[in-house]
């Protein structure tokens, strides 16, 4: 039985369009999603902490959203990348460390994973 939903052929290797970054502190920060991209194109983005504390990711539809330690998704430290499907409506990333800590997130617009 296959892990893969549909053929090989339906797997795209992640293709950058924008990049962006955002010094996260422990003060909840954004950052608009870097790229522009035609309606009904899949985006992805490609998070890498590149640092060696752990930061909290949020996406949200406008510049007021944040992010808080218990967000569900978590970004590890040393180098740790995660790529995620944004949602159509979804135009900001929010990130924060706990406290006292600091990082850098790269952010990573595409196609494909």
């Given at each position: 039985?296959?892990?893969?939903?549909?053929?090989?052929?339906?797997?795209?290797?992640?293709?950058?369009?924008?990049?962006?970054?955002?010094?996260?502190?422990?003060?909840?920060?954004?950052?608009?999603?870097?790229?522009?991209?035609?309606?009904?194109?899949?985006?992805?983005?490609?998070?890498?902490?590149?640092?060696?504390?752990?930061?909290?990711?949020?996406?949200?539809?406008s510049n007021?959203?944040?992010?808080?330690?218990?967000?569900?998704?978590?970004?590890?430290?040393?180098?740790?990348?995660?790529?995620?499907?944004?949602?159509?409506?979804?135009?900001?990333?929010?990130?924060?460390?706990?406290?006292?800590?600091?990082?850098?997130?790269?952010?990573?617009?595409?196609?494909?994973i």
């Amino acid at each position: 039985m296959s892990i893969f939903q549909g053929t090989m052929g339906d797997l795209r290797l992640f293709q950058p369009v924008a990049s962006a970054k955002l010094a996260v502190t422990a003060a909840s920060g954004n950052v608009a999603v870097p790229g522009t991209f035609p309606a009904g194109v899949r985006r992805n983005v490609r998070l890498v902490n590149g640092g060696d504390n752990e930061c909290f990711v949020a996406f949200g539809t406008s510049n007021g959203i944040t992010a808080t330690v218990d967000t569900t998704m978590y970004i590890g430290a040393n180098k740790s990348a995660e790529i995620f499907e944004l949602a159509a409506d979804i135009t900001h990333i929010a990130a924060i460390c706990n406290s006292g800590e600091t990082t850098d997130l790269f952010i990573t617009t595409g196609t494909g994973i």
